[in-house]
Every structure is written in structure tokens, then in C-alpha cells.
T-cell receptor, first 113, second 115 residues
Framework: GEDVEQSLFLSVREGDSSVINCTYT??????LYWYKQEPGAGLQLLTY?????DMKQDQRLTVLLNKKDKHLSLRIADTQTGDSAIYFC?????????????FGQGTTLQVKP | EPEVTQTPSHQVTQMGQEVILRCVPI?????FYWYRQILGQKVEFLVS????????KSEIFDDQFSVERPDGSNFTLKIRSTKLEDSAMYFC?????????????FGDGTRLSIL
């Protein structure tokens, strides 16, 4: 079945780059998503990448996709304390025609001043 | 920017009682979803809804759960007889299309606590 895996915790210093990794299992996924959850808040859509792309850049965010290895990463350049949050990767369930998302367990990013 | 809104932000209910969680999806979206996140666990899909009917539901979504779109703006999740294990954060989401090719936008969630 579909599964999405992430490491649980990442700690970086302010100004450094952060790289959050994710592996997924469904090779038929057309889009892959990154969501951000700040304390006490909902899931904020951060960025997403179409499966025929290798890379997508959006200001400080860079998404890299390796379809062969089913590996997705989110790089945050010049990480700020405001980037401290839980980051979830998600893929649409392959056999679903309703777009239901399968989430990873989330990576807690801690940014130290 | 349009957003999904959920009420209440926190609901405390006695075990066995009925609870209704409310959501207002983004106005031009056609697909609606409920997910839940038990503390410390993954976000799990519950149900998707399109054209006034359930299009897909998970194993979690048993007979105690129901969804409704009572008017043109609200989308509700009802739990008929709550159990302790229903305690979780419940997220509503909506999207323009339901193929996974359009991103789902989430509300801030309702924290449900069953006593």
C-alpha cells in the first residue's frame, strides 16, 4: 500500500539551509505536496511539484524530486526562526479518483537563533 | 486570499454524546474532505465529498460518522456517539478538482476532546 516516510526531527541554526527529506511509494503520483503546520495552526500549503519536474524553486524554497528513487526533498535557504514548524509531505493516493492525500508523519524543524 | 474556516476551534464532549464539526470551504471549490490527526500520529484521510455525496471514505469512517452539506456554504462532520478514541484534531479541506492535480487547502482544525 501507499506509504510516505519522513525523518521526525531536524535542528538547524538561523541562516543555515534546511533540507527535509521524504520518500513515497506510489510512482503514479502526478503531484507531490509540502504542507507546513505552525503550533496550534492548520496545514498551510507551502509548495508542490508536478511529477515530470526535477526541481521547483520558489523564493527561499527549493523542491527536488527524484522519481527513480521516489525521493522528495524540501530545501529552505537562509532558515529563519519563523520557519520553525512541522513540515509534511503528501501524495495523492494512487488508486483514488478523489485526490485523497497520504501524509508523512511530519518533520519538526527547530531553528536555533 | 480565500481560506477554509472551521468552527469551533476546540470542542469538549462527554463520551457517548453527538458532536458536529463545521467547515466553510473555499467558495469556488467543488471537492471537500475531512482528515484527522490523533496526537503524535499521522494525518489520516476520513472522507471525500463531491456533488452532494460521499465519493470515498476510509475504514475509520464507520456508521458513527456522517457528512453533510446543508446549504451552499457549510460542510459538516457529525459523530453520533463519540468514543474516547475519537479525540483528535479534525481538519477540513477543499479543492477545485478531486484528481490530486489541484492542491487541497486546509482549515486550522477543530481539536476534539472526548471525556
Amino acid at each position: 500500500g501507499e506509504d510516505v516516510e519522513q525523518s521526525l526531527f531536524l535542528s538547524v541554526r538561523e541562516g543555515d539551509s534546511s533540507v527535509i527529506n521524504c520518500t513515497y511509494t506510489d510512482s503514479s503520483s502526478t503531484y507531490l505536496y509540502w504542507y507546513k503546520q505552525e503550533p496550534g495552526a492548520g496545514l498551510q500549503l507551502l509548495t508542490y511539484i508536478f511529477s515530470n519536474m526535477d526541481m521547483k524553486q520558489d523564493q527561499r524554497l527549493t523542491v527536488l524530486l527524484n522519481k527513480k528513487d521516489k525521493h522528495l526533498s524540501l530545501r529552505i535557504a537562509d532558515t529563519q526562526t519563523g520557519d520553525s514548524a512541522i513540515y509534511f509531505c503528501a501524495e495523492p493516493h494512487g488508486s483514488s479518483n478523489t485526490g485523497k492525500l497520504i501524509f508523512g508523519q511530519g518533520t519538526t524543524l527547530q531553528v536555533k537563533p | 486570499e480565500p481560506e477554509v474556516t472551521q468552527t469551533p476551534s476546540h470542542q469538549v464532549t462527554q463520551m457517548g454524546q453527538e458532536v458536529i464539526l463545521r467547515c466553510v470551504p473555499i467558495s469556488n471549490h467543488l471537492y471537500f474532505y475531512w482528515y484527522r490527526q490523533i496526537l503524535g500520529q499521522k494525518v489520516e484521510f476520513l472522507v471525500s465529498f463531491y456533488n452532494n455525496e460521499i465519493s470515498e471514505k476510509s475504514e475509520i469512517f464507520d456508521d458513527q460518522f456522517s457528512v453533510e452539506r446543508p446549504d451552499g456554504s457549510n460542510f459538516t462532520l457529525k459523530i453520533r456517539s463519540t468514543k474516547l478514541e475519537d479525540s483528535a484534531m479534525y481538519f477540513c479541506a477543499s479543492s477545485q478538482m478531486g484528481t490530486g492535480n489541484q492542491p487541497q487547502h486546509f482549515g486550522d482544525g477543530t481539536r476534539l476532546s472526548i471525556l
